[in-house]
């Protein structure tokens, strides 16, 4: 039997289920018992073996699983980004709705370049697509930074965590074991809310800036500017939007308490249970 996997895609078991594959299965067992002989099922048992072990090898059929993984990831991938969509409040589906405008009206334009020059627009094209999925994830993000910052008040928890400290001297000292984690907990929260609100700046600074790139090149392309010089523009967009991607996936990391602080956390619960008791 076959053991490769290329890409994370388990050939052996997409053969098996196969749709074709599976009918033939059902039609041996269909067979055996209007017959009421093994016979079908036996025969059926060696010709499946004999399927498992050439097709799931077969460049074709490793060729047509790719491209079923592909379409299903790219189902997934566009389900993902309608439903980032929705999530936005309207005046950020306004600008995503106009920035996708400004998109089409560039390729409008670039499609009544000559047959020559279609690689670059390709390439464009492909890019393009990139930078509108890019620029509805980093709205997203600063949508989610906003909320975060509105309803997480830094003031009212750097005043906690003063109380606590002064409270500590009079403390028993189980208590006081306890609080000196919430101090440092809520030290953390504070940290992090500034690191939020710094990338909430860079999220619109990013996001300004795809506008901003993307209204010239719409521009430029009405007077048939030079495709490749605009290929360079948006290669130079696109590094700009992935540094600023990963920096927002590294800060909003943050929003996930790690386990040592979970287990802080849980010993605390523990410990004022104990202190109530």
Request: proline residues 4%; charged residues 30%; hydrophobic residues 40%.
């Amino acid at each position: 039997m076959p053991d490769e996997k290329e890409g994370g895609l388990d050939y052996l078991k997409a053969a098996f289920h196969w749709r074709a594959n599976k009918i033939g299965l059902a039609a041996a067992v269909c067979l055996a018992g209007l017959t009421a002989s093994i016979a079908p099922l036996i025969l059926v048992a060696g010709l499946e073996m004999m399927y498992l072990a050439i097709v799931p090898n077969n460049p074709r059929f490793q060729r047509l699983v790719r491209s079923w993984k592909f379409d299903e990831q790219e189902r997934e991938r566009a389900k993902s980004l309608s439903a980032m969509y929705y999530e936005l409040p309207p005046e950020m589906r306004g600008r995503f709705s106009a920035l996708d405008q400004v998109c089409r009206v560039i390729r409008d334009n670039y499609k009544r370049l000559t047959s020559t020059s279609q690689m670059f627009v390709d390439q464009m094209d492909s890019k393009l697509d990139g930078l509108s999925q890019s620029y509805l994830r980093l709205l997203n993000s600063a949508f989610h930074h906003r909320e975060y910052l509105r309803t997480a008040s830094v003031d009212t928890i750097r005043r906690e965590a003063a109380q606590l400290q002064k409270d500590i001297p009079n403390d028993p000292p189980k208590v006081q074991e306890i609080n000196r984690k919430r101090i440092e907990i809520l030290n953390k929260r504070v940290e992090k809310h500034e690191k939020i609100k710094e990338n909430c700046a860079v999220v619109d600074a990013q996001c300004a800036a795809i506008e901003d790139v993307l209204q010239l090149i719409r521009d430029q392309s009405v007077t048939m500017h030079d495709p490749q010089t605009i290929s360079d523009h948006l290669d130079s967009l696109v590094k700009d939007v992935e540094q600023t991607e990963e920096t927002v996936r590294e800060v909003e990391s943050i929003f996930d308490i790690s386990p040592l602080a979970s287990a802080e956390l849980d010993s605390g619960s523990v410990s004022r249970t104990r202190v109530r008791n």
